[in-house]
């Protein structure tokens, strides 16, 4: 059966498979190839939010200036999203198993690499590296379990693999800020040398390769120059928009050329015999409604997180390592909740589960809007808390609605693609947020200046007042009286507040949207093939 006669009949019931045999001692064995991708996957998801934690100390060890730092986390994250679908693709046709191995052994040298350099481009060179090798193991990562688990229990793989990521994303500020205050900024990247040797070993012991009968046998090279292009330029727009502006018309020119390359590209796959992602998989309502609310949940959560750590250390004044604790109700409950949403998910199918988590998330975000300067840890607790609720199920059940409902010769490029959502919707969620913040301040500083009586600022003057309230930092002068540096603080928090509030009122609107998104999704109809692939 090709893959287009698979993805036409991704509408109607499977034929049952039969059950396949359990796997014979360590190479194989479903629960053991989870424990081994999930040490791997940990490394990529811990280091997108650990070494944010590491960047002041970077800057000043090697005299970076603001914007070079920036690039240290810009390169990974651009990196990774650009790679991800063609790194899926590469899995499909090679081989999950050899490419995640070959993803693990690059991950942990480019990260000892990064921690013997002494200069910044080499620095973010290496990063780049990171996020390439990272967009090898990720999707993989997926493509192993969906091949290795039976269908009944590959929502409980994916709800284990969820919180995997969930805890270790949330997890990063704590780890990066007790190895930078107590190691060295060099520790964060170190670190991943022996837990990638451990991967390795692992993988080489325990993964047995799958491959589809089908799998594709050729490379679409335009297609992958086209998507390669098109998602540079989406994400490069992202990063630069706040520098830029989003009237610039250099934003618009990226943006204009990446949908340009995407036009290109939807009518190339359509002439060509083997396809980078076949059009026709988007046929399946319920895979593209998975996609689209993966998006949806990174823009409100990513989005929403990023001003958080903001309020907790330049509002609150609390330290990277107790910010990062007060995140724990967070990261606790995805770590609870990923599991049980795989076994609700198994028993009910998605749409319940993950509309209730939307439902979940927009209330949380609502919440957080509610915030105010001298919230207490109770009530953050419980917004946080909530969150993590809501987002659990989401992470698990849109994984498996696109994983699932992707003929089992695409499984990768449908873990790519679940992978490429979440990093354009966590990016899209910092840029479009970072904007909404960034106007209210823009409006509402001057006049809250001025209440206070506080002394008149010339134009410049308020456009760097307004840069550092962007992120709760009170821009008081070097010798101000104590008197005024208070006031200036009270200003300047409260200003930070009225953004954060109506950038997580956004947020609740997203989250609002994708509640109806998730009534789209469905079980994923091709998971039953999963485990009854051959062995290779």
């Known amino acids: 059966m090709t893959s287009q006669t698979t993805v036409d009949t991704a509408d109607k019931a499977p034929e049952p498979l039969p059950v396949p045999a359990p796997a014979k001692g360590l190479r194989g064995h479903p629960w053991l190839t989870l424990f081994a991708v999930a040490i791997g996957v940990m490394m990529v998801a811990l280091d997108g939010t650990i070494v944010a934690i590491a960047n002041p100390a970077i800057q000043k060890d090697l005299g970076a200036t603001f914007a070079e730092v920036q ?50 481009p080499l620095v973010v060179a290496f990063r780049v590296l990171q996020g390439l090798f990272g967009a090898l193991l990720m999707p993989a990562a997926l493509g192993l379990l969906r091949a290795t688990f039976p269908a009944e229990k590959l929502n409980m793989a994916i709800g284990i693999w969820g919180m995997v990521i969930g805890a270790s994303t949330a997890g990063g500020p704590i780890l990066g800020g007790l190895l930078v205050q107590h190691v060295s900024w060099q520790s964060v990247f170190f670190i991943n040398v022996p837990v990638g040797i451990i991967a390795l070993v692992l993988g080489l012991v325990i993964l047995r390769d799958h491959r589809a009968e089908n799998a594709p046998k050729s490379f679409d090279v335009l297609g992958i120059a086209l ?57 399946s309502v319920a895979l593209s409604a998975g996609v689209v609310l993966m998006v949806l949940m990174a823009i409100a959560f990513m989005g929403g997180l990023f001003f958080v750590t903001f309020y907790l250390q330049n ?7 107790d910010s990062g604790l007060h995140l724990l109700p967070l990261t606790g409950m995805m770590i609870v909740g990923s599991p049980l949403a795989g076994a609700m998910i198994t028993k009910v199918g998605p749409r319940i589960p993950l509309a209730g988590g939307m439902l979940c998330t927009a209330v949380a975000m609502y919440g957080m809007s509610t915030l105010e300067t001298d919230t207490g840890s109770g009530l953050m607790s419980i917004w946080f808390a909530l969150l993590g609720l809501g987002l659990a199920p989401v992470m698990v059940g849109a994984t498996e609605v696109i994983v699932g409902n992707a003929p089992m010769e695409l499984s990768g490029v449908a873990g790519g693609l679940q992978q490429a959502a979440m990093q354009i919707g966590g990016s899209l969620g910092t840029a479009v947020l970072g904007a909404v913040m960034a106007s209210k301040v ?3 500083l001057p006049g809250n200046w001025a209440d206070a009586k506080l002394p008149p600022l010339s134009e410049a003057q308020l456009d760097k007042a307004a840069e550092a309230v962007q992120v709760g930092v009170a821009p008081v002068p070097p010798k101000a009286p104590p008197s005024v540096a208070e006031q200036i603080t009270s200003v300047a928090h409260d200003t930070f507040m009225s953004g954060m509030g109506l950038a997580c009122l956004v947020a609740t609107g997203v989250a609002a949207v994708a509640v109806f998104v998730a009534f789209l999704t469905k079980r994923g109809v091709n998971a039953e093939a999963g485990a009854g692939v051959g062995h290779i």
């Open 315 to 321: 509002v609150h004044g609390m330290s990277p390592v």
């Open 442 to 444: 823009d409006s509402d």
């Open 71 to 120: 690039w240290i986390t810009n390169g990974y994250f651009l990196a990774l999203a650009v790679a991800l679908i063609t790194a899926g693709k590469l899995g499909d046709r090679f081989g999950h198993r050899q490419t995640f191995l070959i993803g693990v052994i690059g991950f942990a040298a480019a990260s000892g690499a990064i921690g013997l350099s002494d200069t910044i």
């Open 227 to 283: 998507l390669s292009a098109a998602m540079f330029c989406l994400v490069w727009a992202l990063i630069k928009a706040p520098e830029w502006g989003w009237g610039s018309g250099m934003t618009w020119t990226f943006i204009g050329v990446s949908v340009l390359c995407f036009a290109s590209f939807a009518v190339w796959e359509t002439k060509v015999k083997e396809p980078l992602i076949p059009l026709g998989l988007f046929r």
